[in-house]
């Protein structure tokens, strides 16, 4: 039974969070670039290695993997890793904005460094549960109605458009609807309470600001879920294969924020090629009929993993270019 592939994969977050938190994260510190990188190696290996074990499950229907709604599963292993793959890529490549605006909120709340891995992993730990329920919802849709993906397709196209005109300039997290509602119920302090998110005191409770940082990271990932979790059903309808990669980019996003979260306005062209990935991915979408028509799906998903990894690559690349001939003309 698939239920059991999906209790047993919960299990291995949650064994990976204890870990983190209990074991490696016990004492809060600083994360220092090196740890970071570390870290960061360490989390794609583990999405790697999974992947191995996608390949295997699917090639040889184990636990009746990939079997949704009563329907059998028509991936094949190598079909299933290249999808798995491709979703990890792309909701790793949108997480690179959200770094950039979650360093804005810890800017804005100036967040001891300290304290921004807590912040961060409560705040994942937040998004895995969100995340799971928009990817149920969303693969229930789309089994009953088949039609929503040209509107999700629809709505990576506008979101790549105000991705495009739009600035991260400055964060109001003062109008976020969810701040003020909780600041209508309970006091803030306006100090930090070392890593503390609520405090009593003379008996009240009062919240910290490290708590309104945490709902705010919270309220973003909200936004950028309605951004990445179409564009993962663009590659595959398989929910356990989008639910997957997706945890995995986000248990990689903390150590991926400190090893870039310093230098990550230098790639200034990264923002342009997630403009063109969200704008490939909902085209494709829009043309679902004709894929389905033409069977051609299983060639879509290294076409679509070679598209998504080399526009990366040519915004990577032309960022440092340019960052390079610029530090060339100053001297």
């Given at each position: 039974?698939?239920?059991?592939v999906?209790?047993?994969?919960?299990?291995l977050?949650?064994i990976f969070?204890?870990l983190?938190?209990g074991?490696f994260?016990?004492?809060?510190h600083?994360?220092?670039?090196?740890?970071?990188l570390?870290?960061?190696?360490?989390?794609?290996a583990?999405?790697?290695?999974f992947n191995?074990?996608?390949?295997f499950?699917?090639?040889?229907?184990?636990?009746?993997?990939g079997?949704?709604?009563?329907?059998?599963c028509d991936?094949?292993?190598l079909?299933?890793a290249g999808?798995?793959f491709?979703v990890?890529?792309?909701?790793?490549?949108?997480s690179?904005?959200n770094?950039?605006?979650?360093?804005?909120i810890?800017?804005?709340?100036?967040?001891?460094?300290i304290?921004?891995?807590r912040?961060?992993?409560?705040?994942?730990?937040?998004?895995i549960?969100?995340?799971?329920?928009?990817i149920?919802?969303g693969?229930?849709?789309?089994?009953?109605?088949?039609?929503?993906?040209?509107?999700?397709?629809?709505?990576?196209?506008?979101?790549?458009?105000?991705?495009?005109?739009?600035k991260?300039?400055?964060?109001?997290?003062?109008?976020?609807?969810?701040?003020r509602?909780?600041?209508?119920?309970?006091?803030v302090?306006k100090?930090?309470?070392?890593?503390?998110?609520?405090v009593?005191?003379?008996?009240?409770l009062?919240?910290?600001?490290?708590f309104?940082?945490l709902?705010?990271?919270?309220s973003a990932d909200?936004v950028?879920?309605?951004?990445?979790i179409?564009?993962?059903f663009?590659?595959t309808?398989?929910?356990?294969?989008?639910f997957?990669a997706?945890?995995?980019a986000?248990?990689?996003?903390?150590s991926?924020?400190f090893?870039?979260?310093?230098m990550?306005?230098?790639?200034?062209?990264?923002?342009?090629?997630?403009?063109?990935?969200?704008?490939?991915?909902?085209?494709?979408?829009l043309c679902?009929?004709v894929?389905?028509?033409?069977?051609?799906?299983?060639?879509?998903?290294?076409?679509s993993?070679?598209?998504?990894?080399?526009?990366?690559?040519?915004g990577?690349?032309?960022?440092?270019?340019?960052n390079?001939r610029e530090m060339?003309?100053?001297?």
């Amino acid at each position: 039974m698939t239920i059991f592939v999906w209790i047993g994969f919960l299990a291995l977050v949650l064994i990976f969070l204890a870990l983190d938190l209990g074991v490696f994260h016990r004492k809060a510190h600083v994360i220092e670039i090196r740890e970071a990188l570390t870290w960061s190696v360490i989390w794609v290996a583990a999405a790697l290695l999974f992947n191995v074990g996608i390949y295997f499950m699917y090639e040889h229907r184990l636990f009746h993997i990939g079997d949704h709604f009563g329907r059998p599963c028509d991936l094949d292993g190598l079909t299933a890793a290249g999808k798995f793959f491709t979703v990890y890529v792309v909701e790793k490549s949108l997480s690179l904005d959200n770094i950039f605006v979650i360093s804005l909120i810890f800017a804005y709340f100036g967040v001891p460094a300290i304290y921004q891995h807590r912040v961060l992993f409560w705040g994942i730990l937040g998004a895995i549960v969100l995340r799971g329920v928009m990817i149920g919802l969303g693969a229930t849709i789309l089994h009953y109605a088949t039609w929503m993906i040209y509107v999700f397709g629809l709505v990576l196209i506008v979101t790549a458009i105000k991705m495009l005109i739009s600035k991260h300039e400055a964060v109001c997290p003062d109008r976020d609807p969810i701040v003020r509602l909780v600041k209508k119920f309970f006091p803030v302090t306006k100090e930090y309470h070392g890593e503390r998110f609520c405090v009593r005191i003379d008996g009240k409770l009062f919240l910290t600001p490290l708590f309104l940082a945490l709902l705010v990271v919270e309220s973003a990932d909200v936004v950028f879920a309605v951004d990445s979790i179409p564009a993962a059903f663009g590659i595959t309808t398989d929910p356990f294969l989008v639910f997957t990669a997706n945890i995995f980019a986000i248990l990689g996003l903390r150590s991926l924020y400190f090893a870039l979260a310093a230098m990550i306005r230098k790639f200034r062209y990264l923002k342009i090629s997630l403009v063109v990935i969200l704008l490939y991915v909902g085209v494709k979408m829009l043309c679902f009929e004709v894929i389905e028509h033409y069977k051609v799906e299983n060639k879509m998903t290294w076409i679509s993993l070679s598209v998504i990894m080399l526009v990366m690559l040519i915004g990577v690349i032309a960022s440092l270019w340019t960052n390079q001939r610029e530090m060339k003309n100053e001297k």
